[in-house]
């Protein structure tokens, strides 16, 4: 007995303590590669593709990772520390990477330590093996749900109503044979209306208007409250610009071009200058070629035919511009198998400078030279405060959840409805950060009864979220 | 019997019952709706709105509305930066450390940038010398920025009122060929604070020998600069700590309004009249020496009436009797003063000096005289008294007033004989408008073979120049400002020149050939040579120069020394100014539009007169008495305010001035504000008010007079239709006639008749609550009873009320403290600039449609004869229990969790019942499209009564909008939302910094404009906050407490400081 009781215990003590280092390695792991993550997105994200094994700016990390690994360690922190001082140290390898990309340079990371490093490349070898993310149980979006039981619910009336009707015609039918009975027996002449006759008595006019005007003043009334909505507007923009081939092929995470979002009212349209981080190597795109990049380097005065940027570029004037990009255009024509400049070449060259100066100037901006005129998607009335930090930051609310699969739309399309009704619904069921934010703190009595258990959430309406002055001021 | 048992009254109507004004008491609206009123007005007029228009109006916007809906969605584009400039996070505001500077008024200020654009002054509060307050003068300076009638580039003078524009080059090199060929060169300007300026001067005359620079001040202390240099041996103006001074006597000087530095006055001053021991509490006391109720008096503990020509005769006989406690020698003087209790106030006020200074405090006695000898005198009670290097400082002047009248003088007569070759006029310096004698400069003017203004707007001076090169407003230009010797600020550019302007430093580097050309590099020179090694904070001049930048100013440690009097005064006292004779006139500064260098500003002149309560025109102050009963006698019977009398002096005559009639004016004696009348400027300032500066004389020193004898007004039977004074618009109290035609107070005849016990209107109101030092502890008892009847009435309550609610998260609240706040306007004007609150112009206001959310209240109380004022700021209370959200019939007004009494724009429909049923009268409603924020505008003749112009109708005005605040439309209520803008950007910022809110975060314009101090704002679930103290503090109280509106705007009962003996 005793004995039986010394190995229970020894065997629950083993088995604890393998579960507390199951624990603390899980722990540790996750971690890492969180980190990982992070320190990905807010350093590496801008030049190397997020699916590691595409190129962008910079090499695909896999085949990184895999050509490193023949040199010692060190090497590569070395490396990621300081590219430039390794190539002119003669190193093998940076040699090699430097040729394939010069001249663009990577940026040096003397702040990032060893441990850093090992975190991103635990991440970057945990997405290459798909262990990381790790998978959770799929959420399904709960307006979705709300949305199915809505249309169910029409179906249920459009039934009732069907069935009662036809209950309705059949009383009618009943009552009247019955009249008819009635008459014959008190051997009154039957009266018996025509159609039309029945058609066009009062009674039927009276409830035919009746109801027209009821349907007719609730389609209105309906109607008026969408007035000026834009839900799956998608305007043509300036610049072909593709969320599929920039948030989708190549997962450029939102906020590194809408840095906005995280700290102001505005997501912020990227300034030229942001484009140019990546373009001033990506001279040429996958689908439009020359066309839409052009249109960046002719915003802001980036020479593509030496790689520099042009000074004073406002003062020239839209002649020497033109010369500027279409030798670059030209040149880029040339380079396809076969092209010449002939009648077909300098055809091709004009047209796409021409388009390239139609998206650029408008009524209002004459030069190619400056801002390139977007076209707002999502329009809030003016009487509408919104703030995107407040969403994105504080509320960890995805970009998705508004905005929609953005890195499946070739043209940027308005996802939400952006009715009030949207926001207010959203704002009913969305739980606030409420435990994770010290800045919640002073709702005391929302803490006892979360404590208590008699609150199972606090949502952004309990907290004030619905009130006209949270977005009206 | 000259007081009154009813306490406090805000005009004479109130107790002769007039009609118009009982009348206006029932209506909060006392028009018909703007519809009726035009085409009552103007059915007749070819332009008025007809019933038949009314239709063509409804058949249009019907018709509008269909088409737009049909039509495609309107392309709205957005453009992003090229390059985006680091710094700016679209959306999100930055501040720069900056100062005010116009003309010689300067004060540090913190400049609120959006997308680069300045839309808010908010005060700096690293400032020991301003105490991080504002003036409203300086609220209201981020609008000059986009007037839309500043000089948009540099020209030539055409000679009939054009200018004909030229290039920068080109007007340099005609300039500098000029300046060049000899002769000699006058350079003319205000008082200038700025180190680098005067070196950028210096430079100027090394380059050009024969130039000199003349200093004058508009409003002129050149007798205190030229009585300290013969006194002390030492020509500045003193620095002055109200701070430590217990007693101020002051003769005329508006040191909280307009005199010098109201900011650092007013931010020191106020220190003294905050109580904080309830037991006994101490206070400074003001005795004020004066013939109009100016600001600074009405102010005043104890006001002493003297007529303007009296004041050397009571300066005297101050220092005689100051003199006879001291042992000091007195002064011959002979005659009596006109007011029996002025005349045998000396001996107390002495005491009371005297006792003060043996009890080891300091004081100070003070004058705006522009009277050597009476400057020299009051010298000399201060030395008697001590004060030198406690309370007056020599060592750490000021440096804000340095003009001497007689230059100007001098100058007139130079420019008059010729011998001007040219003339350089900087800045705001106005002399043809502002000189007494400005028709003689202007005379000279034409004599002056080259003469360049580098005025920023166009005004008087620079219309009659050969040459205008105007520099930049003070937002876009560098610069440095050192209004006290020991005290420097920085200016820098918050946005690039909107137009081609050239600020005047550069303009005059430019002239002088510089080998520095640029003036940013030019103030670090100086800064380096000078400031740089006088601290030891920093090693390197970048990073000295990179924190002032930051910070926005250096104050350096200051040693006041004592002083002494080093003259015998008895030679003095017979050029002191002798007592005059007939109807005196005293002309005094008007907050808002100054010497007439503010009138191009809207903000401003729409800023009611704290005294008057007057906006958009001058008036002549005079006096009234009163039979101890129900009836006045108005000097010569001018019954009404508004009426027209024609004001004469010698050989000038100014026609059409309204009158006020004014509780505090001392008999047979008038006030007139200069600063109206301008004849060249932006539509704001021409035909606005009346000319009276060239009614002004200088005495035999040159020193300009700023009062008068031998006056005159007639009553010309007209009177101005559009007489616009606030004072009787959104009263509170409610009173009535009873069966003998006597006025009563309707709420004690309730009590009378039916017992108390009742609430609402049934009940004595409260709204302003007022003590003495001598009697305060009674009164506190009575306020503390008075609390606890009304809390006691409050809690028979059937409804739960949301209290639970209000438990959670935050619950905002606000202290105003009655005794520290001066009634300065400052908070209005932030608050206006802050919201987007719509200017109106005269005439709306005439027909009391003024939109401001905050106005400062002005009520009199204690003697009729001179009355102490209450200064109450009023705008929404935010009750917990609010009249007016339960009769809205579409929910448009309601209240939030934290306590906000919300308004919805977008859902009001205009019934104005919630105007209505407000108790504080507080909410405004939009009756035209003052914004232009309408779609159709344009498809509308001008909503304005006879054509005037939308304030905000040019797309330049726009741009000081802030952006996160809705621009209403027509036919809306709005008012005071607390700044709820600010309060959701605070709690976001805490949000995202994870952390809990601090009181810090969240500030009102109101609170922050405030150069007193006196209002708080803070969260009332907050353990240790700010909120629950001042709410504890004994003295506050709820306006309206009994009322169960539960209001949350805390007022801290206004407490005076009396001299028995003088009462």
């Known amino acids: 007995m005793n004995c039986m009781h010394d190995i229970n215990i020894r065997s629950l003590k083993s088995f604890v303590i393998l579960l507390l280092t199951f624990f603390a390695i899980s722990t540790v792991n996750a971690a890492d590669l969180k980190n990982g993550q992070n320190l990905f997105k807010a350093n590496c994200a801008t030049c190397h593709n997020k699916n590691m094994v595409d190129k962008l700016t910079g090499p695909p990390m896999k085949t990184a990772l895999e050509e490193w690994a023949a040199y010692p360690k060190k090497d590569l922190y070395d490396w990621i520390r300081n590219s430039q001082a390794l190539i002119s140290k003669g190193h093998p390898q940076a040699v090699k990477i430097w040729n394939e990309y010069k001249p663009v340079v990577m940026t040096p990371f003397p702040n990032l330590t060893d441990e850093n490093i090992d975190d991103i490349i635990a991440y970057v070898e945990g997405v290459i093996d798909g262990s990381y993310p790790p998978k959770a149980a799929g959420a399904a979006p709960a307006a979705g749900t709300a949305k199915q039981e809505g249309s169910n619910n029409n ?318 001021y | ?60 916007s019907i018709g509008a509305a269909t088409i737009a809906a049909s039509c495609e969605t309107p392309i709205r584009k957005a453009l992003p930066y090229v390059s985006k400039p680091d710094a700016i996070v679209p959306g999100v505001a930055n501040y720069y450390a900056s100062s005010f500077v116009k003309g010689n008024d300067v004060l540090p200020i913190v400049v609120k940038t959006r997308e680069g654009r300045p839309i808010k002054i908010e005060g700096n509060t690293l400032s020991a010398f301003s105490g991080g307050g504002t003036s409203a003068r300086a609220q209201a300076s981020v609008l000059d920025l986009y007037d839309v009638g500043r000089y948009k580039s540099p020209g030539k003078n055409d000679g009939k009122g054009g200018l004909k524009k030229t290039k920068w080059e080109d007007l340099d090199k005609e300039i500098k060929t000029k300046l060049s060929a000899g002769g000699n060169i006058r350079i003319v300007s205000n008082t200038i604070t700025s180190p680098s300026m005067n070196a950028v001067i210096q430079q100027f005359i090394t380059a050009y020998p024969t130039a000199q620079h003349v200093t004058y001040d508009p409003y002129s202390s050149s007798a205190i600069l030229q009585a300290n240099e013969k006194s002390f041996g030492k020509r500045v103006f003193p620095g002055y700590d109200f701070s430590k001074a217990q007693i101020v006597v002051n003769f005329g000087a508006d040191f909280l309004g307009t005199w010098v530095s109201p900011v650092e006055y007013t931010n020191s001053w106020s220190k003294t009249r905050k109580i904080k021991n309830f037991e006994k509490p101490e206070l400074s006391r003001l005795i004020q020496y004066e013939s109009n109720m100016s600001y600074t008096g009405s102010n005043a503990d104890n006001r002493m009436l003297i007529r303007p020509s009296e004041q050397g005769l009571a300066i005297v006989k101050l220092y005689n009797a100051v003199a006879a406690l001291t042992g000091a020698a007195s002064l011959p003087v002979s005659g009596t003063l006109k007011n029996a209790k002025s005349e045998k106030s000396f001996q107390s006020v002495a005491k009371d000096l005297l006792a003060n200074k043996n009890a080891g405090k300091a004081s100070i006695v003070l004058s705006d005289s522009n009277n050597i000898a009476e400057q020299i005198i009051i010298n000399k009670i201060n030395d008697l008294l001590g004060n030198y290097g406690q309370t007056i400082d020599l060592n750490n002047y000021s440096n804000q007033r340095k003009g001497i009248d007689s230059d100007m003088v001098k100058l007139i007569n130079e420019m008059k004989s010729g011998s001007v070759n040219t003339l350089i006029i900087l800045g705001e310096a106005n002399p043809v408008y502002d000189l007494p004698d400005g028709n003689e400069f202007a005379a000279g003017l034409k004599k002056v073979g080259l003469s360049v203004s580098l005025s920023t707007v166009p005004n008087e001076t620079s219309a009659a120049c050969t040459y205008v090169a105007p520099s930049n407003h003070y937002l876009e230009s560098w610069g440095d400002i050192q209004p006290r010797k020991n005290s420097y600020y920085v200016v820098q550019p918050t946005i690039s020149p909107l137009f081609k302007t050239r600020q005047a430093e550069q303009s005059l580097l430019a002239w002088a050939n510089s080998p520095v050309d640029d003036f940013s590099t030019f103030i670090q020179n100086i800064w380096k040579n000078t400031l740089f090694s006088q601290q030891s904070e920093y090693s390197d001049f970048q990073s000295f120069w990179n924190n ?36 005196e006139v005293k002309y005094y500064e008007p907050m808002g539009v100054g010497f007439g260098a503010y009138a191009n500003n809207p903000w401003l002149q729409e800023m009611p007169d704290p005294v008057t309560r007057t906006v958009w025109t001058t008036v002549v102050h005079i006096p009234l008495k009163w039979d101890g009963d129900s009836e006045f006698e108005y000097y010569k019977n001018l019954k009404k305010d508004g009426l027209y009398v024609d004001f004469k002096l010698g050989k000038n005559t100014v026609k ?76 509170m109290g409610v009173r009535g006639k009873d069966k003998s035609n006597k006025v009563i107070n309707v709420d004690e005849k309730a009590i009378m008749n039916l017992g108390n016990g009742y609430q609402g209107s049934l009940t004595n109101r409260s709204i302003l609550k007022s003590a003495d030092v001598s009697n305060f502890t009674e009164k506190l008892e009575e306020l503390k009873e008075f609390r606890a009847e009304a809390a006691h009435l409050n809690s028979q309550n059937l409804y739960p009320g949301y209290d639970y609610l209000y438990k959670e998260g935050h619950h905002w609240g606000m202290s105003i403290d009655l005794n520290a706040c001066t009634g300065c306007g400052a908070c209005q004007v932030a608050c206006i600039s802050e919201n987007n609150v719509p200017i109106v112009g005269k005439k709306e206001v005439h027909r009391q449609h003024e939109m401001t959310w905050l106005r400062i209240d002005r009520y009199y109380y204690g003697d009729v004869e001179s009355p102490n004022v209450f200064y109450q700021p009023m705008m929404c209370q935010h009750c917990d229990n609010a009249p007016c959200e339960n009769v809205c019939p579409v929910n448009a007004t309601n209240h939030s969790a934290e306590g906000l009494n919300q308004m919805a724009y977008n859902r009001c429909v205009g019934t104005r019942y919630c105007a209505n049923n407000c108790p504080f009268k507080v909410r405004r409603f939009n009756w035209a499209d003052y914004t232009t924020a309408d779609l159709f505008i344009r498809n509308e003749s001008n909503p304005m009564p006879d054509g005037e112009s939308l304030f905000y109708e040019e797309n330049l005005t726009r741009l000081v909008l802030n952006p996160d605040v809705t621009v209403r439309s027509r036919g809306v209520i709005e008012k005071c939302s607390l700044c709820v803008q600010r309060i959701q950007e605070g709690k976001l910022r805490a949000k995202t910094e994870m952390r809990e809110l601090k009181e810090s975060d969240i500030k009102p314009a109101c609170a922050t404009a405030c150069p007193a101090g006196a209002i708080k704002f803070g969260d009332q679930n907050m353990p240790e906050g700010t909120l629950k103290k001042e709410w504890n503090d004994p003295t506050t109280y709820f306006v309206l407490e009994e009322l169960n509106v539960r209001g949350k705007i805390g007022y801290k009962m206004r407490v005076t400081n009396k001299n028995s003996e003088l009462i």
């Open chain 2, 548 to 583: 002032s930048l930051h910070n926005g100013l250096i104050e350096l440690p200051s040693q006041s020394g004592s002083a002494s009097v080093a003259v015998d005064i008895a030679s003095y006292a017979a050029a002191v100014t002798k007592p005059g004779n007939g109807l």
């Open chain 2, 1 to 60: 019997m000259s007081e009154l048992n009813q306490g406090y009254w805000g005009s004479s109507e109130e107790f002769t019952n007039d009609e118009a004004f009982v009348n206006s008491l029932h209506n909060e609206f006392y028009e018909l709706p703007i519809l009726n009123k035009l085409s009552e007005e103007e059915s007749e007029k070819s332009n008025g709105h007809k019933r038949r228009d009314f239709l063509k109006y409804l058949g249009f």
């Open chain 1, 155 to 472: 179906w249920i009336y459009l039934g009732i109503f069907g069935l009662l009707a036809i209950l309705a015609l059949i009383l009618a039918g009943i009552a009247r044979n019955l009249k008819t009975i009635e008459s014959e027996k008190e051997g009154k002449p039957v009266e018996k209306k025509s159609l039309l006759q029945l058609m066009t008595s009062k009674t039927v006019i009276g409830v035919v208007l009746f109801a027209l005007i009821v349907l007719g003043s609730y389609t209105t009334v309906n109607n008026a409250i969408q007035l000026g909505r834009q839900q799956n507007y998608a305007p043509d923009q300036p610049i072909k610009f593709s969320h599929v081939t920039h948030a989708g092929i190549n997962k450029i995470d939102c906020q590194f071009c809408h840095d906005g979002a995280r700290r102001s009212k505005h997501s912020v349209i990227p300034s030229t200058n942001t484009c140019m981080s990546c373009h001033k190597a990506i001279k040429k795109g996958s689908e439009y070629g020359t066309q839409e990049i052009t249109k960046i380097f002719a915003s802001i005065g980036f020479d593509p035919n030496t790689d520099q940027y042009i000074e004073n570029y406002d003062k020239l004037s839209q002649k020497e511009v033109a010369k500027i990009y279409k030798k670059w255009i030209r040149n880029q024509y040339l380079t396809q198998e076969g092209a010449t400049m002939d009648a077909a070449g300098k055809e091709f060259v004009n047209n796409q400078w021409d388009h390239i100066v139609k998206s650029l100037t408008s009524e209002h901006k004459k030069k190619v030279q400056g801002p390139i005129e977007w076209i707002r998607v999502h329009n809030l009335p003016d009487h509408v405060y919104f703030n995107h930090s407040q969403h994105v930051t504080v509320g960890k609310v995805d970009c998705e959840a508004c905005h929609g699969k953005v890195a499946e739309m070739e043209t940027l399309r308005q996802y939400a409805p952006l009715s009030m009704g949207w926001c207010i619904t959203c704002h009913r069921e969305t739980k606030v950060q409420f435990n994770e934010n010290p800045y919640y703190d002073s709702y005391v009595r929302y803490h006892q009864e979360l404590k208590d258990g008699k609150r199972d959430k606090v949502t952004v309406a309990d907290v004030g979220g619905i009130e006209c002055q949270k977005c009206h």
């Open chain 2, 656 to 731: 059409d001035i309204p009158i006020v009639r004014q509780f505090g004016q001392m008999s047979d004696t008038i006030a007139i504000p200069v600063g109206y009348g301008r004849t060249v400027g932006n539509p704001s300032a021409l035909n606005v008010g009346n000319y009276v500066i060239n009614t002004l004389v200088r005495d035999a020193d040159g020193n300009v007079r700023y009062w008068n004898d031998n006056a005159d007004i007639t009553p010309n039977g007209d009177e101005d239709k559009h007489f616009a004074s606030v004072q009787l618009h959104h009263t």
